[in-house]
């Protein structure tokens, strides 16, 4: 990764931070320990990849400035890293993956116990969509909120379509019912495309639907999001065998230890190598079909690159 890229990184994944502490829910009464509970989550690290995509489709597609869209924005990019995050929680419980460590500290569980680890992860996934219609309903104004209630609709539905049984969601339902058992390569890529793709196709589109986008616009983000999905979770796959714990911050050969099929027992390293930069220049190559401006889609362009091929 460039070193002026590596700044400019660093620079939005701070204020990525900075958007989601600002809808942290408060620590107090007597649900303040499941409340506890959600922000060690939240506030565990990892590459806010889905807020930064999001954020970067609005910037790329954005016609003027918009104080209304961009209030929407924010609370959207926090609901959605609330939604992964509560993927997270759930995908590391003893009755799934039973990972006790994740980005380098003890997972939710671990740390707080099954049951709180259980509904924290619930927790997230409802607070998601409370934070979202609260900011719609108190943060805009009578006329803001008549302007821009399609576009809000239009990101509302997509947002709970990419986390549901036809999202994410239920890719990782797939998932578990699979682990232990052989998957033709269609049966992992499906799983891919929800469990991995539909977070990211849906954090584009989002951007993109708040930015004003059109339909065919919007198609284009949704296949640049999937490929970068998939992309992303084969590299998992490689960094799974050829990492270390350290790097990683969670246990590596898991996929293994739990009897999973992976692109990489299908096909070998190079073979993943090769298919994720097959997926990432047909990502790019649509991204430049949908954005002729280099200057406004470089951001986008060199995040794909970074997130695709990283190391960690």
């Known amino acids: 990764m460039k070193k002026e890229f590596s700044l400019e990184l660093r620079e939005r994944t ?15 009464g007597m649900q303040a320990q499941v409340i506890r509970a959600v922000n060690y989550s939240l506030l565990a690290g990892g ?3 889905r807020p930064l995509l999001m954020h970067a489709s ?9 104080t209304g869209a961009e209030r929407l924005l924010r609370a959207f990019m926090a609901a959605m890293e609330m939604i992964h995050t509560f993927s997270l929680c759930h995908d590391d419980l003893p009755c799934m993956d039973g990972d006790r460590y994740r980005r380098g500290q003890e997972s939710t569980w671990f740390r707080f116990g099954e049951d709180m680890g259980t509904l924290a992860g619930d927790a997230l996934s409802l607070y998601a969509f409370q934070l979202v219609s609260g900011t719609f309903q108190r943060e805009l104004g009578a006329a803001e909120r008549e302007r821009l209630s399609g576009r809000f609709v239009r990101a ?11 999202g994410m969601l239920g890719g990782q339902a797939v998932d578990v019912e699979k682990t232990g058992k052989p998957l033709t390569e269609a049966e992992l890529l499906f799983i891919y495309r929800l469990k991995t793709g539909a977070l990211c196709a849906g954090a584009l589109e989002i951007g993109g ?73 047909e990502a790019l190559s649509r991204l430049r079909a949908l954005s002729p401006s280099e200057n406004r889609r470089a951001f986008l362009e060199e995040l794909i690159r970074y997130l695709i091929h990283r190391k960690s």
């Open 58 to 66: 609005y910037v790329l597609l954005m016609r003027t400035e918009d």
């Open 14 to 28: 701070e204020e990525c931070e900075a958007v989601l502490r600002r809808f942290l829910p408060r620590e107090e």
């Open 209 to 281: 639907m708040l930015a004003g986008a059109s339909e065919q616009e919007v198609c284009l983000l949704r296949e640049i999001g999937e490929q970068v999905g998939i992309a992303f979770q084969i590299q998992d796959d490689i960094l799974d065998e050829t990492s270390t714990e350290e790097e990683l911050g969670k246990p590596i050969h898991s996929d293994a230890g739990n009897g999973k099929t992976t692109y990489v027992r299908l096909h070998g390293i190079e073979g993943a190598e090769q298919e994720v930069r097959r997926l990432s220049e």
């Open 47 to 49: 590459k806010r990849l």
């Open 156 to 166: 509302l539905f997509r947002l709970s379509e990419c986390s549901g049984i036809d």
